[in-house]
C-alpha cells in the first residue's frame, strides 16, 4: 500500500526559508512525477511544483518560481520543497502527491484529479 508523509510546515517570519518533505512507502515504482500543491483559507487549492520520476523535469507556479526548489532523492522516495524568501501569501496547508498516469507534466496543476496519493498535508504559516 502506498502512503505519503508530508512533513516540514511550520511558522516563519516573512524572508524566511522552510524545507518541506514528502516521504514515500509502498510500491512507488509506478510512480511518473510527485506534486506539491497548497490550499489557503478560503481558496481552491493549487498546484505549485512538479518533478518527473524519469528525468528530474521540474515545474513551478509563476508565484513561486525563483523562490521555491523542488528536488528528490537518487532512490526516488523521497522528495523535498525548498522554499525561501517566503511571503505571508505563501500562506497555506501544502500537500504532496503522487501520481502513476502519464499526464503532461506542464499542466500537472490542471491535472489535479489524476494524481492518486495523497499525503496529510503540512501547514505553512508565514508572519511577523
Known amino acids: 500500500q502506498v502512503q505519503l508523509v508530508d512533513s516540514g510546515g511550520g511558522l516563519v517570519q516573512p524572508g524566511g526559508s522552510l524545507r518541506l518533505s514528502c516521504a514515500a512507502s509502498?510500491?512507488?515504482?509506478?510512480?511518473?512525477?510527485i506534486a506539491w500543491f497548497r490550499q489557503a483559507p478560503g481558496k481552491e487549492r493549487e498546484g505549485v511544483s512538479c518533478?518527473?520520476?524519469?528525468?528530474?523535469?521540474?515545474y513551478y507556479t509563476d508565484s513561486v518560481k525563483g523562490r521555491f526548489t523542488i528536488s528528490r532523492a537518487n532512490a526516488k522516495n523521497t522528495v523535498w520543497l525548498q522554499m525561501d524568501s517566503l511571503k505571508p501569501e505563501d500562506t497555506a496547508v501544502y500537500y504532496c502527491?503522487?501520481?502513476?498516469?502519464?499526464?503532461?507534466?506542464?499542466?500537472?496543476?490542471?491535472?489535479?484529479?489524476?494524481?492518486?496519493?495523497w499525503g496529510q498535508g503540512t501547514q505553512v504559516t508565514v508572519s511577523s
Open positions: 509502498g510500491y512507488t515504482s509506478d510512480f511518473t512525477a
Open positions: 518533478i518527473s520520476y524519469y528525468d528530474g523535469s521540474t
Open positions: 502527491a503522487a501520481t502513476v498516469r502519464l499526464i503532461e507534466l506542464s499542466r500537472y496543476s490542471e491535472y489535479e484529479r489524476f494524481f492518486d496519493y
